[in-house]
């Protein structure tokens, strides 16, 4: 059993504990959170466990009944909150986008491998069987097109900017922004799906705090190009699409995935593969994180684990690729630049 703990108290740490705990893995023994209010109030969503809530820093770190700290704290806070865990022997399984800048990824994988610790970066659609199944429709590769990605939802809290507001979001300093939100899910579809582009570009559409509300990524490859189309500030019912050199592969979304549209352009004919999921999206990545720290000696276990970490390595440098092209700049590449 892994003892669990969390940083941030939104209720995306809520799905995920609940998910941990359907694995029957993990069991959530600690939570850290600003204020001893409200980390009382999160832990008393479990009231089947014993929580210990945290306001201290160092006191969280030094505490010995953790194994694993699940990050969900606004993005630029994931790097210091990561690095001191690892530091502090702890395995860390950080929210999307895991970090910011090139130099913070590599300082985290050098970090954890020195301490002998796992970084996982929780992107969750990567181990749900939709995203599977796509992958090995797409192996052996065939000869690819072209692709379509979308991912696009109004969020609430683009009422509160539009108020006058800066809520974490939509805020440089904490490294928002639609691409760092919802495009890591494509970025981890292309590369995942298609490999490294040989080159990529931004056009975002950049709101007055600096980062980008919506915006189009280009990503180009040898003889193809993949669209993704991102936003924050609207809401999307466009489908993905997949071009082969014998039909289309056609997505209702591109995380969870329960349905799996193909079109065979020989027979003319469209099938489509309806896909399970559980209500609990997360869980799927917890099991997988889970079985990998739970047997750190099992040889195909680790090949999983080093796949893992280069495809987050690589989103990452995808990331800062695009953001240097539509010249988004965040809070923490100011305070690396200093
Ligand atoms: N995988 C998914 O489906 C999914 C969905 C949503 C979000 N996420 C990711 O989860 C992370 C958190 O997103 P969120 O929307 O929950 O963020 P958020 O509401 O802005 O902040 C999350 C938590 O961090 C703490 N926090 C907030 N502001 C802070 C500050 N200024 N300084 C220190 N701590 C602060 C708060 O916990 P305390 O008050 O307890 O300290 C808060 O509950 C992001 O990386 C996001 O991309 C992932």
């Given at each position: 059993?892994?003892?669990?703990?969390?940083?941030?108290?939104?209720?995306i740490?809520?799905?995920?504990?609940?998910?941990?705990?359907?694995?029957?893995?993990?069991?959530?023994?600690?939570?850290?959170?600003?204020?001893?209010?409200?980390?009382?109030?999160?832990?008393?969503?479990?009231?089947?466990?014993?929580?210990?809530?945290?306001?201290?820093?160092?006191?969280?770190?030094?505490?010995?009944?953790?194994?694993?700290?699940?990050i969900a704290?606004?993005?630029?806070?994931h790097?210091?909150?990561?690095?001191?865990?690892?530091?502090?022997?702890?395995?860390?399984?950080v929210e999307k986008?895991a970090?910011?800048?090139?130099?913070?990824?590599?300082?985290?994988?050098?970090?954890?491998?020195?301490?002998?610790?796992?970084?996982?970066?929780a992107?969750?659609?990567?181990?749900?069987?939709?995203?599977?199944?796509?992958?090995?429709?797409?192996?052996?590769?065939?000869?690819?097109?072209?692709?379509?990605?979308?991912?696009?939802?109004?969020?609430?809290?683009?009422?509160?900017?539009?108020?006058?507001?800066?809520?974490?979001?939509?805020?440089?300093?904490?490294?928002?922004?639609?691409?760092?939100?919802?495009?890591?899910?494509?970025?981890?579809?292309?590369?995942?799906?298609?490999?490294?582009?040989?080159?990529?570009?931004?056009?975002?559409?950049?709101?007055?705090?600096?980062?980008?509300?919506?915006?189009?990524?280009?990503?180009?490859?040898?003889?193809?190009?993949?669209?993704?189309?991102?936003?924050?500030?609207?809401?999307?019912?466009?489908?993905?699409?997949?071009?082969?050199?014998?039909?289309?592969?056609?997505?209702?979304?591109?995380?969870?995935?329960?349905?799996?549209?193909?079109?065979?352009?020989?027979?003319?004919?469209?099938?489509?593969?309806?896909?399970?999921?559980?209500?609990?999206?997360?869980?799927?990545?917890?099991?997988?994180?889970?079985?990998?720290?739970?047997?750190?000696?099992?040889?195909?276990?680790?090949?999983?684990?080093?796949?893992?970490?280069?495809?987050?390595?690589?989103?990452?440098?995808?990331?800062?690729?695009?953001?240097?092209?539509?010249?988004?700049?965040?809070?923490?590449?100011?305070?690396?630049?200093?």
């Open positions: 059993m892994l003892r669990l703990a969390v940083i941030g108290t939104h209720w740490s809520q799905d995920f504990v609940t998910a941990a705990h359907l694995t029957e893995k993990y069991q959530l023994t600690s939570v850290y959170s600003r204020k001893e209010a409200t980390g009382k109030s999160f832990a008393a969503a479990f009231p089947e466990q014993a929580i210990v809530v945290y306001t201290d820093w160092q006191k969280f770190l030094k505490a010995p009944d953790i194994d694993v700290v699940y704290s606004p993005n630029s806070l790097f210091p909150q990561a690095r001191d865990c690892l530091s502090h022997g702890k395995n860390v399984i986008p970090f910011v800048t090139a130099k913070e990824m590599q300082t985290i994988v050098e970090l954890a491998s020195q301490k002998h610790c796992f970084y996982f970066e992107a969750r659609h990567l181990h749900e069987p939709g995203f599977q199944k796509v992958k090995e429709i797409l192996t052996p590769a065939p000869e690819i097109l072209g692709a379509r990605l979308s991912y696009a939802k109004y969020s609430s809290r683009y009422d509160a900017y539009l108020n006058g507001e800066e809520p974490n979001i939509f805020s440089a300093k904490f490294a928002g922004g639609a691409l760092m939100d919802l495009g890591v899910y494509g970025l981890y579809c292309a590369v995942s799906w298609f490999g490294f582009p040989q080159n990529a570009l931004y056009y975002p559409q950049k709101l007055a705090s600096g980062v980008d509300g919506s915006g189009l990524a280009i990503l180009r490859y040898p003889g193809f190009d993949v669209s993704l189309a991102v936003g924050k500030n609207y809401d999307s019912f466009q489908t993905s699409e997949i071009y082969t050199t014998t039909g289309t592969i056609t997505l209702p979304t591109i995380t969870g995935i329960t349905a799996i549209d193909t079109y065979q352009r020989s027979s003319q004919r469209r099938t489509t593969l309806s896909i399970p999921l559980r209500q609990q999206g997360m869980y799927y990545e917890a099991l997988h994180f889970a079985t990998m720290m739970l047997a750190p000696e099992d040889p195909q276990l680790g090949a999983a684990y080093e796949e893992l970490l280069a495809l987050s390595i690589q989103v990452n440098q995808l990331l800062c690729q695009l953001r240097q092209s539509g010249q988004i700049i965040l809070g923490p590449d100011k305070e690396q630049a200093r």
